[in-house]
């Protein structure tokens, strides 16, 4: 299999399509950064102060920016989320393989961002589903680690229904910092 760097692949179902961002995701995106009840939902651990929220066109632009630049150092692996009934993007997801001095070295690590309207077990199932068969050979894992905060009921639902499970784990960040919140799902 070619490097998810090399060739980021598409995946999609019935409903939705994941690829690669791209420029003319920008506007859709904006409406994904900008959505104030999505934020508190997106997990920004250990990324260095930023909390995703972009509520201009240059902001939502230097994040992609930033995002292309990433994938390109192999750093992360954004993905454009399409909805297929309305052909737009409602959200992100990023993927990697974290590289670290605690128990998560190794996991790959996905961080789901959603337009608010998204944020309904249904979508979020389908969106996770999609992508997770996937990832362990994506990122050379044999498991996935996504955060899932304790108000997050609708996917905290569709996490645990697709087998993840909620974990005492500490993830240290680059400044020493501890994170809380984690699920994984072991590869079958």
């Known amino acids: 299999m070619n490097s998810v760097y090399e060739k980021c692949p598409v995946l999609e179902n019935d409903r939705f399509l994941l690829r690669f961002i791209e420029e003319n995701d920008i506007e859709d995106l904006l409406s994904v950064y900008s959505d104030k009840n999505a934020l508190p939902f997106f997990n920004s651990d250990n990324c260095d102060g930023d909390n995703f929220y972009y509520p201009t066109i240059e902001r939502m632009k230097e994040a992609y920016d930033f995002w292309t630049y990433s994938y390109r150092e192999k750093w992360f692996v954004r993905w454009s989320i399409i909805d297929k009934e309305t052909n737009k993007a409602i959200g992100t997801i990023e993927l990697f393989k974290r590289i670290s001095d605690d128990e998560t070295d190794g996991m ?38 996504t955060k899932v905060p304790i108000y997050a009921i609708e996917r905290m639902a569709a ?16 400044d020493g910092e501890a994170y809380t919140g984690y699920w994984t799902l072991k590869r079958t």
């Open 108 to 145: 790959g690590t996905l961080r789901l961002d959603v337009r608010s309207d998204y944020e309904k077990e249904e979508s979020l199932k389908s969106i996770l589903g999609l992508i997770v068969p996937d990832a362990y050979d994506l990122f050379d894992t044999d498991t996935i680690l």
């Open 159 to 174: 996490a645990e229904s697709l087998g993840f499970t909620k974990r005492d784990i500490i993830l240290f960040g680059d």
